[in-house]
């Protein structure tokens, strides 16, 4: 059983004080996704003999970008983000056709299938698009952490009467996920946080403390659920 802040701010903007998780985000991350193209001079070549990466890099991420929205459309849970893009400092200027790019895009689903489809589309696209700006963009997968569901279900009566409402905690990734993949019982609860994680101004109040504090207590009395 994990205790946690939620990282975002749902549960705020729900003014809901904590709720049960039914749900963890698996992650397939592209780490070391790179674009090489070539370098030239920004007034002397025209675009049909540029090698541009950080356009076909752009145009990649805005694809993925119109990906998301589609499967949004279609019910999927889904968020991808590129934490990282940069080009080589050393090289890079503000008359340069930059020649290379680094980058990362990170998919996140309660869904493996969902992720798979994503992952997939990210490399077709990146051949596609790759081929159409003139560079070679390389994607590769080498982080991945699989998606809880429904950690403790039946842990549901007990944990409500506390205060907490039962919803699709479908948020970060947490090491409750681990557990479940392995066939552990798991369970988590959220506490309201609506100023993120990882940053000085992350918190939680001790009121909404003490009422999933109670309703962690619940669960565990109840457990295992008859």
Known sequence: ???HIEQGPTLAAERLPAAV?????????????????????????????????VAATVALLHH???????????GADLVITSG????????HGPSKIAG?????????SVSEDTMNV????????????????????????DQRLAAGRDGQPAARRPAEPAGTTV?????????????????IPTGMIFVRNE??????????????????????LGLLLNFPPS
């Open 167 to 183: 919803r699709n905690g479908e948020r970060a990734g947490h090491d409750a996920a681990v557990f479940a993949k392995m066939g």
């Open 1 to 3: 059983m994990e205790l």
């Open 118 to 141: 994503v992952a997939a589309e990210a490399r077709q696209a990146a051949a596609r698009i790759g081929e159409a700006y003139r560079g070679h963009l390389r994607p590769r997968r």
């Open 64 to 74: 993925m970008e119109t990906i998301w929205l589609q499967q949004e459309r279609a």
């Open 195 to 216: 100023y993120g994680s990882h940053n000085p101004d992350e918190a939680m109040t001790l009121d909404d403390f003490g009422v999933a504090t109670r309703a962690l």
């Open 21 to 53: 998780v039914t749900g963890i985000r698996g992650c397939k991350r592209f780490r070391n996704a790179r674009c090489v193209g070539q370098y030239g001079h920004s007034g002397a070549v025209n675009r049909p003999h540029r090698h541009d990466a």
């Open 84 to 91: 990282e893009l940069y080009t080589d400092p050393v090289m």
């Open 100 to 108: 290379e790019t680094h980058f990362v895009i990170d998919v996140r």
